[in-house]
């Protein structure tokens, strides 16, 4: 059963069903029209040729669902329209009838539309084929976990500058961590034009923002708080990997160690009889081998590990997969939140490290040798450090000899 007139809302509400189908044919537009089932499902379609010519093949496609018209534009075309919705099936239908002229079928062209990957989908694969092979895949997936769930949606070809640029300032109050998500997202951009998703990346000529050089040093009492959360940390969770990720974290901090030298070192590389941690030169930033001298602290903490184990195993701290323990990032993040330490990096207990030393009395040259510094330059950065150790120790002295003509003078 046909009906040809103007299609408007009213037509299609006051349209009841019947035993058979009802079509409304539009006199607007010729082709457009209304499918009412006899179930009472009413929808929009066009009637229209792919090509031109008599040959040409006939499609007669369903734009949308009556009353669901919105929803399907915003993805057909990326723009949300207000106004009467029987208007907006009818100039999508227009539109439809001129792609189908050209040779384009617009439902074809939707399906792949709807195909084509979206930004989660590169985070995805990005994590799969990338991210979870480097020692920071932790800190990208946190960084992931964090992108706006509107952006994630959005097709990768659809991400503009604008928008990474709205993303980039959205996170000014933490320069570091902003100018991190934009090179995370400048990589997997990237790695989208390898693919051959998009031809060029959105992250290109976005400015980042300046970066104060950051230097977080624990004081005695962040190192006792610190001390306490390692405690509770490794007692609640009780098993093996907490412990000894308890354990490694206080060893960054005996030795002053970068991450990756210890959670890379072998039982080999130690003689606790001597105290002795001898690291090879392929596990060291400097590539030389770097001999440091082991405190009876942290030879204890080395002692319990090696007693907890049984000395099996080639690695001091092995993965549940039987490789070497890849970061301690997650523990990281947990122990230091208990500790009210949220803005201390685990980096940064190297620089408490040499703090501590330095307020010790410990001279410039050593501390930069104990931390495997080949250029004294590189601990030049500690030397203020040094000053403010002196001034404590003459403060100190002054406090002890009070020169009775000082005292009458202040007197």
């Given at each position: 059963?046909?009906?040809?007139?103007?299609?408007?809302?009213?037509l299609?509400?006051?349209?009841k069903?019947?035993h058979k189908?009802?079509?409304?044919?539009?006199?607007?537009v010729?082709g457009?029209?209304v499918?009412v089932?006899?179930t009472g499902a009413?929808?929009?379609?066009?009637?229209f040729?792919i090509g031109?010519?008599?040959?040409a093949p006939i499609?007669?496609?369903?734009i949308?669902?009556?009353?669901?018209?919105?929803s399907?534009?915003n993805e057909?075309?990326?723009?949300?329209r207000v106004?009467?919705?029987?208007?907006r099936a009818r100039?999508?239908?227009?539109?439809?009838?001129t792609?189908g002229?050209n040779?384009?079928?617009?439902?074809?062209q939707?399906r792949?539309?709807?195909?084509a990957?979206?930004v989660?989908?590169?985070?995805?694969?990005?994590?799969e084929k990338h991210?979870?092979?480097?020692?920071?895949?932790f800190?990208d997936q946190r960084?992931i976990s964090?992108l706006?769930?509107?952006?994630?949606r959005?097709r990768v070809?659809?991400i503009?500058?604008a928008?990474i640029?709205?993303?980039?300032?959205?996170?000014?109050?933490q320069?570091?961590e902003?100018?991190?998500?934009?090179?995370l997202?400048?990589?997997m951009f990237?790695?989208?034009i390898r693919?051959?998703w998009i031809?060029?990346n959105p992250t290109v000529?976005?400015?980042r923002?300046?970066?104060?050089?950051?230097?977080?040093?624990?004081?005695?009492?962040e190192?006792?708080?610190?001390?306490e959360?390692?405690s509770?940390?490794?007692?609640?969770r009780?098993?093996?990997q907490a412990?000894?990720?308890?354990?490694?974290i206080r060893?960054?901090l005996l030795t002053?160690?970068?991450s990756g030298?210890?959670?890379?070192?072998?039982?080999n590389?130690?003689?606790l009889?001597?105290g002795i941690?001898?690291?090879p030169?392929s596990?060291?930033?400097?590539?030389?081998?770097?001999r440091v001298?082991?405190s009876?602290?942290?030879?204890?903490?080395l002692?319990?590990?090696?007693?907890?184990?049984?000395?099996r195993g080639?690695w001091v701290?092995?993965?549940?997969?039987?490789?070497h323990?890849?970061s301690?990032k997650k523990a990281w993040?947990?122990i230091?939140d208990r500790a009210g330490?949220?803005?201390?990096?685990?980096h940064d207990?190297?620089?408490?490290?040499?703090?501590?030393?330095l307020?010790?009395g410990?001279?410039l040259?050593?501390?930069?040798?104990?931390?495997?510094?080949?250029?004294a330059?590189?601990?030049l950065?500690y030397?203020h450090?040094?000053?403010e150790?002196?001034?404590?120790?003459?403060d100190?002295?002054?406090?002890?000899?009070?020169f009775?003509?000082?005292v009458?003078?202040?007197g």
């Amino acid at each position: 059963m046909n009906i040809k007139q103007k299609i408007t809302k009213t037509l299609i509400t006051s349209t009841k069903p019947n035993h058979k189908e009802i079509l409304l044919l539009d006199t607007e537009v010729s082709g457009f029209g209304v499918r009412v089932t006899p179930t009472g499902a009413k929808s929009y379609f066009v009637r229209f040729h792919i090509g031109r010519g008599r040959g040409a093949p006939i499609r007669k496609p369903t734009i949308a669902r009556v009353g669901e018209l919105a929803s399907i534009e915003n993805e057909l075309d990326g723009q949300t329209r207000v106004g009467d919705e029987v208007e907006r099936a009818r100039n999508i239908a227009s539109r439809w009838k001129t792609m189908g002229k050209n040779g384009i079928d617009p439902a074809q062209q939707q399906r792949k539309e709807a195909q084509a990957p979206t930004v989660e989908r590169m985070c995805l694969d990005y994590m799969e084929k990338h991210g979870n092979a480097k020692r920071s895949g932790f800190e990208d997936q946190r960084r992931i976990s964090r992108l706006p769930k509107a952006l994630l949606r959005k097709r990768v070809k659809e991400i503009t500058h604008a928008d990474i640029e709205e993303l980039h300032r959205s996170m000014k109050q933490q320069p570091y961590e902003a100018n991190r998500f934009l090179s995370l997202m400048s990589k997997m951009f990237a790695l989208a034009i390898r693919w051959r998703w998009i031809e060029t990346n959105p992250t290109v000529g976005v400015e980042r923002f300046e970066e104060e050089k950051r230097e977080r040093f624990l004081s005695q009492d962040e190192v006792v708080q610190l001390d306490e959360a390692l405690s509770e940390y490794a007692e609640q969770r009780g098993d093996l990997q907490a412990k000894e990720a308890a354990d490694a974290i206080r060893l960054l901090l005996l030795t002053g160690a970068r991450s990756g030298e210890l959670l890379s070192a072998t039982w080999n590389q130690f003689d606790l009889e001597k105290g002795i941690w001898t690291k090879p030169s392929s596990h060291t930033k400097t590539k030389k081998v770097h001999r440091v001298a082991l405190s009876a602290p942290a030879i204890d903490v080395l002692e319990s590990i090696r007693d907890r184990r049984n000395l099996r195993g080639r690695w001091v701290f092995p993965s549940r997969s039987g490789d070497h323990r890849k970061s301690l990032k997650k523990a990281w993040y947990d122990i230091r939140d208990r500790a009210g330490l949220s803005d201390v990096r685990i980096h940064d207990l190297r620089h408490t490290a040499a703090s501590l030393m330095l307020s010790a009395g410990v001279p410039l040259d050593i501390v930069g040798r104990v931390l495997g510094h080949t250029q004294a330059q590189t601990t030049l950065r500690y030397a203020h450090l040094t000053d403010e150790a002196g001034k404590a120790a003459t403060d100190a002295l002054g406090n002890v000899i009070a020169f009775k003509s000082t005292v009458l003078k202040n007197g």
